[in-house]
């Protein structure tokens, strides 16, 4: 164990012991050890194995062994029993902000109160504010820091997160005092839901950094803020750490806050069976804990710490310990697609259904943009509730793309709209006939209304592969991220199914929908399923979630050959061509 992890159990020693009632001179003995390790230049592991641990300030025979037992064994029973004396909600509530130890001690022993939903009643009750010492207002406030961390504690879209950090990461790139920065953890692995977001500065002057960083517009408020380090509430409640470090450390300190931790346990591990430690500030060539910049191996990016433990680098969206070491050592990563390599995308929606725009304005948009066709693929009639067309709407939609694509070509343009459906996937069938299906550039074929039972999802699903004329199965597991899980089904099946039939299947890059789930390309993938990255636009900006989708789906191990819709539109043709030609 580390002296930063050894820190931190300390401390949280000496804060069980206060909501325990002990004597304050205990207490604080936890806590300004705590603070000596912190601040500890030496390595831990030398001064326990050469006994001189009682140098240390304030570290008397108690200390001493509790913290030589961490180092040496990874776990202290002291601490164990003492964590499982309390009950947990009164650790829970310890995290309300402005609810200290003693307060929590004085609830629970005036109040009975052990848990954050007894508190909040009790506050509501009015209860809280009689105790002597809290008062209406601090009743007032309790209540508003349950509510702030209720939503702050809570996961978010990665869409929410870059949202509010980019600008962020803007203006610490331009500030003076920073040499380089950017983001790291779940939101630079690009993890379709993030818990909080971190940042990684080096410079000179941290202090003028920190300054800086928690005086942004985007910062609600300050949860912590240190000489290295702070973590603020961004935007609509969302944390943000910030760590600032010195630029040798610096490629260090990115590939440990990258993580994933997973990822970061297989990194230590290598560095160990080479005699070298890994830790966020550095790679030495030790066999203990250090950070002696002496025996640091001089690494100045990221792609030199790999390459110093045998392994091709790695980008961040595949550092999930999900098959990147081994391919690393083979030099046998794949080369990941881009959103650069789209040319359009092959699922969305116009006014005709429950779109926003005009057919006209939707191309004249992607033709502008750069981008060489988009499908057109409003609801089939089913989903009346999204303003479904029925067979007549169908047809006369089919001459209104037909004028819009003349009057496209008139401009001079090759830019080309396609005609299509998303098509439900109902109990018995498609929602269209295949004379219909027959006429259409490109069929999105999804189940919008679910049964109860996996093998009937399962069964639709296949059933709808089957179908010659269906390019795709759209959404495949129908989960909203945060809202909604995916439907029961038996997604391996279904991606077997599109495997023998030559049906790609949609990464939906919807920031809500993100489906199919980047865990199952790895294997779509091996089976020989091509993906089509679609925006389901319903609005011109949502074009924008190409780049999105693209980010989340790389953490799929794609190419930009296993992306259908990264053709120019001639081979694209011959693409959408080959499953019906093959039925004939
Ligand atoms: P999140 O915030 O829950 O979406 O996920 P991350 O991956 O951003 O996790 P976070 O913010 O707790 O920490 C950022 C990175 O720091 C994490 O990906 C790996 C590294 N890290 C944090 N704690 C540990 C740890 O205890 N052990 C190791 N090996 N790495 C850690
Ligand atoms: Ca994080
Ligand atoms: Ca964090
Ligand atoms: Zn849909």
Redesign the pocket.
Known sequence: MDKDQVASILSEIGVLLELKGENPFKTRAYTNGARVLEGLTESLETLVAEKRLGELKGFGDALQEKVATLVTTGRLPYYEQLKASIPPGLIEMLGIQGVGPKKVKRLHDELGIDSIEKLEAACKAGTVAALDGFGEKSQAKILEAIAFKRQFASRHRLVDALVVAEPVLEALRSHPDVIRCSTAGSLRRWKEVIGDIDFLVSSQSPAEVIGFFVSQPGVRSILAQGETKASVILGEGIQADLRVVGDAEYPFALAYFTGSKEHNIVMRQRAISRGLRLNEYGLFRSQEETRDPALRVVCHDEPEIFRELGLAYVPPELREDHGEFKAGEADALPRLVEWTDLKGSLHNHSDWSDGRNTLADIAARMDELGLEYWAITD?SRASYQANGLDEARMERQLTAIAEVNAAIADRGSDFCLFTGT?VDILKDGLDFDDALLERLEVVVA?L?VPSGEEAENTRRLIAAAENPLVHML??PSGRLLLERDAYKVNLPAVIDACAATGTWIEFNASPYRFDLDWRLWHYAKSKGVRCVINC?AHRLEHVQWLRLGTGVVRKGWLTKADVINTQPLDRLRVELGRKRARAR
């Open positions: 609801h998303e999804s919008h759209g959404h389901d």
